[in-house]
């Protein structure tokens, strides 16, 4: 007799993160690593991987969900990198594990649509947008080829949202699949490295996408491509600002940027969102998204030893001009994320596995160190060195600390010395968070895995002091402060029938007469709205389908400057 075996899948008993038979999906060591990083979204399923090598290979998410068996497998775009080629896609890792994986994490979903476009690197290959008429010429009907993409993408929203059991089939599936609740999804990404090229129509094909899914949800956050590289984004942004100037300020949410740079660009350029406002005005309506970066290191090609210490140290210090204009980029996300050794033709990445263990990078470590200490709002600060200083700073609400991060790219130790303001009262104690090695070289590995890793120690700094930084090294300083103070509290805060409506209540003994204090209302694109005056209550009209974000703030009488009492409460 012979007995024919199909989709054998082995997970380990203490997988994570359960299907609808309560079985783990996910090996926990892998997942506990993006866990213990505190993410706040996570993009997928990447970028050229969505494209393909033509249009054959093409990812379509309906492929990847319903029962693993009936899931139709596809060879890895990536496959073409690598002899033999054996990089292969069962799909056992889908949409629907996908949105399960986000909800464990605790993070907001980002998945990427094609746009009926293949990989731009690698193919000519596109669908047409419209049909033709006898003489070749374009009509306005849409082709079905074209459609069925753009259908993918408002299917997916119901996919994850739509709780319509009875007459929408992408609900109705995600429920039988074991998920009645929605994913709450609220962004998605329309095309990858998308430019104009070869009559690709690009732009139109966009515009498409952007006006179906709004029309379906006007609060889907959009996230849109602004080409493959540097010297590409200009343009990007030239066409953004066209939309915006036309009245579509929901055009997009924020704009893709990639690079891939040796170490030296990311030192050269910590300052390059410095003057994005005024470079690239349309900045003030739509955000940056750094959706894919990695310092690619150029004292050694060995595939193994890349993701070192100068790449990190590299990132760490580009990362903190990110940091210092969080008002115009919203996002971040180093890449690629996972690699198995057995199965590998791209480096670096940030967690490295094979069958049997996994270690993790000191690149994932400079992630991990923004990730858990990214502050409410950054501080204007006074950190000086002789060097040239890649340093933010910001303000954790929740604990008071003032967090300072600095960054050494150099062979010798760098002094810095640290002001706070006479708010801010310091109780010297800082909690130090480290990531060095003298060695440039030095990276982790299977035999290895905790070769570099993180130092955290207390230590005593005093206002003015002086702390020194070692050579090839990242710090985050979690420098505590005293209790925070207010001279006004905000007693009432509530939105009902479009109206946003507040009040303040002054602390006990304290005449707030003597202060000036400003309310100002800001939309979810960070857009100033309204600034009220002294007023102790106010109301304002606002958009009931948006978010908004108010702060509070007490100057001392007729100046432009904060009260030294009072913390901003936002």
Request: hydrophobic share 35%.
């Amino acid at each position: 007799a012979q007995v024919d075996f199909d989709v054998i899948s082995v997970m380990p008993c203490d997988a994570v993160v359960n299907d609808k038979y309560g079985n783990g999906i996910f090996r926990a060591d892998l997942v506990e690593m993006l866990k213990s990083m505190n993410p706040g979204f996570m993009r997928f399923p990447g970028g050229c991987i969505i494209e393909g090598m033509d249009m054959a290979n093409a990812y379509r998410w309906k492929t990847t969900v319903g029962p693993v068996e009936q899931r139709k497998q596809i060879w890895n775009r990536w496959a073409t990198h690598q002899l033999p080629k054996n990089y292969n896609q069962t799909f056992g890792l889908g949409y629907y594990e996908y949105f399960l994986l986000c909800e464990y994490l605790e993070c907001d979903p980002l998945p990427v649509q094609n746009v009926g476009m293949a990989c731009e690197y690698n193919s000519n290959q596109w669908v047409p947008i419209y049909k033709q008429d006898e003489n070749g010429a374009d009509t306005e009907e849409y082709t079905e080829e074209f459609w069925e993409y753009v259908q993918d993408t408002l299917d997916l929203i119901d996919f994850a949202n739509s709780t319509d059991f009875d007459d929408n089939e992408w609900a109705r599936l995600r429920r039988d699949m074991g998920h009645e609740a929605p994913f709450n999804l609220t962004m998605i990404g329309v095309g990858n490295e998308q430019w104009e090229r070869n009559g690709n129509r690009w732009t139109e094909r966009y515009k498409i996408f952007e006006e179906e899914i709004h029309k379906k949800d006007p609060a889907m956050k959009i996230v849109g491509a602004a080409g493959p590289a540097p010297n590409y984004f200009g343009g990007a942004y030239g066409w953004a600002n066209d939309e915006v100037n036309k009245g579509n300020t929901d055009f997009a949410y924020v704009l893709d940027e990639h690079f891939y740079m040796e170490p030296q660009w990311f030192l050269d350029n910590d300052h390059i969102y410095d003057d994005y406002r005024t470079k690239y005005p349309v900045t003030d309506t739509i955000k940056v998204f750094a959706g894919e970066y990695a310092a690619h290191t150029t004292i050694t090609d060995e595939v193994g030893k890349k993701n070192n210490v100068e790449s990190a140290i590299a990132e760490a210090a580009f990362m903190t001009g990110m940091e210092r204009n969080a008002d115009v980029v919203f996002m971040s996300a180093l890449a690629p994320l996972f690699c198995n050794y057995n199965c590998r033709n791209w480096s670096p990445n940030m967690i490295w596995c094979d069958e049997t263990g996994s270690h993790t990078t000191p690149n994932y470590y400079v992630q991990q160190m923004y990730m858990q200490n990214n502050g409410s709002y950054t501080l204007k600060n006074d950190v000086k060195s002789a060097e040239k200083s890649y340093q933010s700073v910001s303000y954790d609400e929740k604990t008071g600390d003032v967090i300072v991060k600095l960054v050494n790219p150099y062979d010798y130790d760098v002094k810095t010395k640290i002001n706070l303001d006479s708010s801010l009262a310091m109780t010297g104690e800082v909690t130090q968070i480290l990531l060095t090695n003298e060695d440039k070289f030095a990276k982790n590995s299977m035999e290895q895995p905790d070769n570099v890793t993180l130092e955290e120690t207390s230590i005593k700094l005093t206002n003015g002091g002086e702390y020194m930084l070692g050579a090839n090294s990242f710090a985050v300083l979690r420098i505590h402060t005293g209790e925070p103070t207010y001279l006004v509290n905000l007693t009432k805060l509530e939105s009902t029938d479009g109206k946003l409506s507040y009040e303040l209540t002054p602390e006990t003994d304290v005449n707030i007469a003597e202060y000036d204090v400003y309310t100002a209302v800001y939309s979810d694109n960070g857009m100033l709205v309204k600034v009220f005056k002294n007023d102790m209550s106010g109301q304002l009209d606002i958009d009931a389908d948006k978010n908004y974000e108010v702060k509070v703030m007490v100057w001392e009488k007729n100046t432009m400057k904060p009260a030294a009492n009072h913390t901003v409460i936002k």
